[in-house]
């Protein structure tokens, strides 16, 4: 009986050696990112201030918007096309309505982030560590950037962890210029240096520099986009005001009215696009995600 067990023991730690030898294979739905889409809805709504809702919230806010437009309209005027083009509307009204949010945050979080560089070179420049120069945005930094930074702080405190709390700060403000911002805090933290101040001021004047070239461009291209919104409107505001008019609504109910609103709704896509391509500056990608 002896022999048996210091076999069985003798074979396990043999097999425990064996099996410390083979490199173990994470889980691939715990590595596997989410889908470009996702990462770009969750973005888009944190820089719109909807942190607390899920890209797939979103999306199920688009459908349930299409299909109630789509019944709605479908009753009061009967005619499946006509339908079919509003509950695309408003399918996409809620994704252009946070696009058009996270634009103008983003617009006003660029003219205020100088500020903040501004305020971490002073708290570094009087002593402070990072960490310390960091947190006191909650209280001196812009007004809008303040819940941010109050909860890096409180991250920091709790945990002591500068990098994970960075990281955790990183995902909050979802801004390209605060991953800029935060790798070079980064940098500095790991590496050290007496190059940090410098690093700050370059990084603050080129913010500014950028900002208000940015807002130069964009006034004088406003009626660029402008236009290309109202000349997508109009054709659809008159299909709305024509859609009153029984005898009107007749005339898209067959095939080859069919045509003719997919014919105009391909058509201003495509029109609409193009305008913003040209009339947009382009947007700052977050590559340092």
């Given at each position: 009986m002896t022999g048996v067990v210091l076999g069985l023991v003798f074979g396990t730690g043999l097999f425990l050696i064996w099996w410390s030898f083979w490199v173990r294979e994470q889980d691939p739905d715990r590595t596997k990112e989410p889908p470009r889409l996702i990462r770009v809805l969750r973005d888009e709504l944190v820089q719109a201030g909807f942190a607390s809702t899920s890209a797939r919230t979103l999306l199920l806010g688009c459908a349930a918007a299409f299909v109630l437009v789509f019944l709605l309209v479908y009753a009061v005027v009967g005619v499946l096309?006509?339908?079919?083009?509003?509950?695309?509307?408003?399918?996409?009204?809620?994704?252009?309505?946070?696009?058009?949010r996270a634009r103008q945050r983003r617009g006003r979080l660029r003219d205020l982030w100088p500020d903040a560089v501004d305020n971490i070179t002073s708290?570094?420049?009087?002593?402070?560590?990072l960490p310390e120069a960091v947190s006191q945005l909650a209280h001196r930094g812009p007004e809008e950037l303040r819940p941010a930074f109050a909860a890096f702080a409180q991250d920091y405190r709790v945990s002591g962890r500068f990098q994970d709390s960075l990281d955790r700060l990183k995902a909050r403000l979802s801004d390209p210029v605060a991953d800029?911002?935060?790798?070079?805090?980064?940098?500095?933290?790991?590496?050290?240096g007496s190059d940090l101040g410098r690093l700050l001021r370059t990084l603050s004047v080129f913010l500014r520099e950028d900002a208000r070239t940015r807002a130069e461009l964009e006034t004088r291209q406003s009626w660029t986009v402008n236009a290309a919104r109202l000349a997508v409107a109009a054709p659809w505001l008159i299909l709305a005001m024509?859609?009153?008019?029984?005898e009107s609504?007749?005339?898209?109910?067959?095939?080859?009215?069919?045509?003719?609103?997919?014919?105009?709704?391909?058509?201003?896509?495509?029109?609409?696009?193009?305008?913003?391509?040209?009339?947009?500056?382009?947007e700052d990608e977050r590559v340092l995600r």
């Open positions: 096309p006509i339908a079919l083009c509003f509950a695309l509307m408003a399918a996409w009204s809620p994704y252009a309505v946070v696009r058009m708290a570094v420049r009087a002593g402070m560590s800029r911002l935060i790798e070079s805090l980064r940098i500095a933290r790991e590496v050290g024509l859609s009153t008019r029984p609504v007749a005339a898209y109910s067959s095939a080859r009215g069919a045509l003719v609103l997919v014919a105009g709704g391909i058509v201003t896509g495509i029109a609409y696009w193009l305008m913003l391509r040209i009339g947009r500056l382009p």
